[in-house]
């Protein structure tokens, strides 16, 4: 971190009060958003794809994390992960995107890698060079339940495996690595990658996403003491279906309580079993079920959905019928990509089995409706008259968020 940088995030962090949203330049600043990077975005665990994308031997993704390029590849059972940069003259291999690969070969002068990172061939060298120090950069590489975690730091956070350890039970009956990808969607939002994060976090803003609310309770956030009035009549059908679910995950075995430590440690999350209103069963307008193929082996689509939230960029609905999951990385201090993806069991056809109309429609109108809630909030937050405002107590996970922010922020200032 430049000194000056340092100077100024450091007077940034000192300043900030707990309960209030962060000082413009967090969310505008250049140097905050390289801070970002470093302090966040080269040292956590993140999500960058599921396993569904990559089920054959060969398949890959590549993934932009800031000035960062990751391969994320599957070599025979095992997933492997590089950066993809080219040990010659440092060219980037793989173009942005999906698909399948033998060998990884870098299109400037052919060093040819294998699928382990091994240099294979690097034409015309002399007798003496030895391949063996040149095989590619690796990244720590993590599948947990089906979903995929890179981080880029040499000494990741420790306390990953016992969190992957404690979410894999709530994510395995739905046997994610037996799904398969049925769409994907790449949304840029006007707005700082802590601004998208934020606004997920909450919802005090719920009721712009009608869509969403005809099954996602809007009560989400509150706590029976602090339900609003006008929300009473969806918290009364909330705590009739909420006991009714209770009762199926108790007779089913499925895990359903919720586990918050959203910033007491550095792989912060949230996990929990949740109802959904009227059929309970997916995000459609009448509850029902979008794909009549369920997951895994589940019995029944009445689930209501397994909600987990991650530090610092993802957040998953896991259903009966299909899972969705989001991934959020920074472009740029006012340019956020928001990846979202669909998931349905691997027989499950097209046509047949589900509508992707009826599959999407709720989250990408929700999505597009949170991005304009963003822009919005982004432009507020670039003005000088912008100073930091309270939190409502519903907004409690946003102060988490930022509370785990900060502190990842004190902990790169200490280095
Ligand atoms: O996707 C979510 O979990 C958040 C929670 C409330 C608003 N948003 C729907
Ligand atoms: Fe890759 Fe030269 S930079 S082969
Ligand atoms: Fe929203």
Not at 228 to 243: G, T
Request: glycine share 6%; net charge negative.
């Amino acid at each position: 971190m430049p000194p000056q940088a340092r100077a100024r995030v450091r007077d940034a962090v000192a300043r900030r009060a707990t309960g209030r949203s962060l000082e413009g330049p967090f969310y505008t600043d250049r140097e905050f958003f390289d801070v970002d990077i470093e302090a966040v975005f080269a040292r956590q665990w993140l999500f960058v794809a599921v396993d569904a994308e990559l089920p054959e031997p060969g398949d890959c993704t590549t993934v932009e994390i800031g000035p960062y390029s990751v391969i994320v590849l599957r070599d025979d059972d095992t997933l492997r992960a590089f950066h993809n940069v080219c040990r010659h003259r440092g060219a980037r291999i793989l173009d942005p995107g999906g698909g399948s690969t033998g060998n990884l070969v870098c299109g400037y002068h052919k060093w040819t890698y294998g699928t382990d990172g091994t240099l294979l061939h690097a034409p015309s060298q002399p007798a003496d060079f030895d391949p063996g120090c040149f095989g590619l950069r690796t990244v720590h590489v993590r599948s947990v339940g089906g979903l995929v975690f890179v981080c880029l730091a040499e000494e990741p956070p420790a306390d990953f495996a016992e969190v992957a350890a404690r979410i894999e039970p709530y994510l395995r009956p739905h046997q994610l690595r037996r799904a398969k990808v049925a769409a994907r969607t790449d949304l840029v939002e006007d707005g700082n990658w802590k601004l998208v994060m934020e606004n997920n976090r909450e919802c005090y803003h719920c009721d712009g996403h009608p869509e969403l609310l005809r099954t996602f309770f809007p009560t989400y956030g509150y706590t029976e003491d602090n339900v609003p009035a006008q929300l009473r009549p969806a918290h009364e059908r909330y705590l009739r279906a909420d006991a009714e679910m209770r009762e199926t995950y108790e007779r089913l075995d499925l895990p359903y309580a919720l586990i918050e430590e959203l910033h007491i440690r550095p792989t912060g999350f949230r996990i929990q079993r949740d109802a959904l209103d009227l059929a309970g069963e997916s995000f459609t307008p009448d509850g029902a079920a979008a794909c009549c193929r369920l997951l895994g082996d589940l019995a029944t689509p009445r689930l209501g959905h397994l909600a987990l939230h991650m530090q610092p960029n993802s957040w998953f609905h896991v259903l009966g019928d299909h899972a969705i999951t989001f991934g959020v990385l920074p472009l740029a201090p006012d340019k956020t990509l928001l990846r979202t993806t669909w998931l349905v069991h691997q027989d499950a056809t097209e046509g047949v089995d589900y509508d992707p109309d009826t599959l999407l429609r709720v989250w990408t109108a929700t999505n597009e409706q949170d991005a304009r809630l963003v822009a919005r909030a982004q432009q507020g937050v670039s003005s000088p008259a912008y100073e930091p405002g309270p939190y409502a107590p519903t907004e409690y996970q946003v102060e988490a968020f930022c509370a785990w922010y900060i502190a990842r922020l004190r902990e790169e200032l200490q280095r």
